[in-house]
C-alpha cells in the first residue's frame, strides 16, 4: 500500500482541518506522518488519530514546533508530498502580532526547507485563508486568486483576529516566493469558512462562527454578514486533489456557498426551530465587515467537484457540536 501511494506528512495533525485530512489521506490508503507541538507531561489524548482506521499500520506521530522549524526534518524525510496546514492561532490577541506573524512565516519557511532537504518531497500543498483574499480594500462583489489582502489596510481595520488575517497573508506570500526561488513545487488552497463535523476535541473557531446563530453568540454575529462556506470534507478531499493532479499552479479558492445573514437565519429558523434564531429586524442591526464573495472556478476548472451543500454543513457542524457537548 505505502509503494503504491507514498508517504505523506500532514503538520498540524491535531487541528480540525488536519485531523480531517490524516483520516482521508489514510482512506486514500496513503502512509501519513504527522506532527504535534511537543506534550512533556504526556496529558494529551491522541486516540482520535491513533484509532482512526489503518492508523495502527500507516500512521506516525512526530514532534515538532513553529517556533524550532528544523523539529520538521525528521517528519517530512523520506515523504513525498507535504501539507503544510500548522498555523499560530491567537484570536484573542495574547501575544504580540509581531510574534505571531514571525513563527508563522519563519517556520513556514523552515518546513519548505526542510522540504528541500528531504530531496523526496515532490509536491507541498499550503493551506492558507480566505483572509488572504478578504482584505484587499478593493470594493468588489466577488473575489478570486488575482486578489491579496493588503497588510497596511488589515492594520487600520476593527475587526477580530488580526494576527491571524496578517500572519496568514505574509505567509502564503513568502511561501510562494520561496518555491518560485528554489524551484519547489508548491501549491496554495484558500478555504473560506470551514464547517461540517469534526474529530478533534476541540471546537473549531470556523464551526462556531457559523454555528453563532445556533450558540446565541451575539459578539460574532458581524462576521456573518455576507459569509462563504465550505463542508471540512470538500476541504480535505481538494488537498488531496491538489497533491494529486499533475497540472495544477498557484493559489486555489476552495469555497462552494456564500449566505448573507438574513439567508442564514431563515435558513436556520425553518431548518432547526428549536433553536432561538434571530429575527430580520434585530439583524439589520448588526453592523461589520461585509465580506465579498469567492470564486471558486479556477478550482472547478481543473474538474474537481464539490459534494456537499449548507444543509450537510450545518447538520454535521450541529451534531458533532451536540455529542462533543458545544451544544
Known sequence: MEEEK???CVTGGTGFIGSWLIMRLLDHGYSVRTTVRSDPEQKRDLSFLTNLPGASERLQIFNADLNNPESFDAAIAGCTGVIHVAAPIDIHGKEPEEVIIQRAVSGTIGIL????????????????????VHF????????????WSDVDYI?????????????????????????????LDLVTIIPSFVTGPFICPQLAGSVRGTLAMVMGNREEYSMLLNISMVH???????????????????RYICSSATLTIQEMAEFLSAKYPGYPIPNFDSLAKIEGYKLSALSSKKLLD?????????DEMFDGAIQCCKEKGYL
Open 6 to 8: 507514498g508517504r505523506v
Open 113 to 132: 526547507k526542510s522540504c528541500l532537504k528531504s530531496g523526496t518531497v515532490k509536491r507541498v500543498v499550503y493551506t492558507s485563508s480566505a483572509s488572504t
Open 136 to 147: 484587499s480594500g478593493k470594493d468588489v462583489d466577488m473575489l478570486d486568486e488575482t486578489f
Open 302 to 310: 481543473t474538474g474537481f467537484t464539490y459534494k456537499y451543500g449548507i
Open 155 to 183: 492594520r487600520k481595520l476593527d475587526i477580530w483576529g488580526k494576527s491571524y488575517k496578517l500572519s496568514k497573508t505574509l505567509a502564503e506570500r513568502a511561501a510562494l516566493e520561496f518555491a518560485e526561488e528554489h524551484g
Open 232 to 250: 471540512i470534507d470538500d476541504v480535505a478531499r481538494a488537498h488531496i486533489f491538489l497533491l494529486e493532479y499533475p497540472d495544477v499552479k498557484g
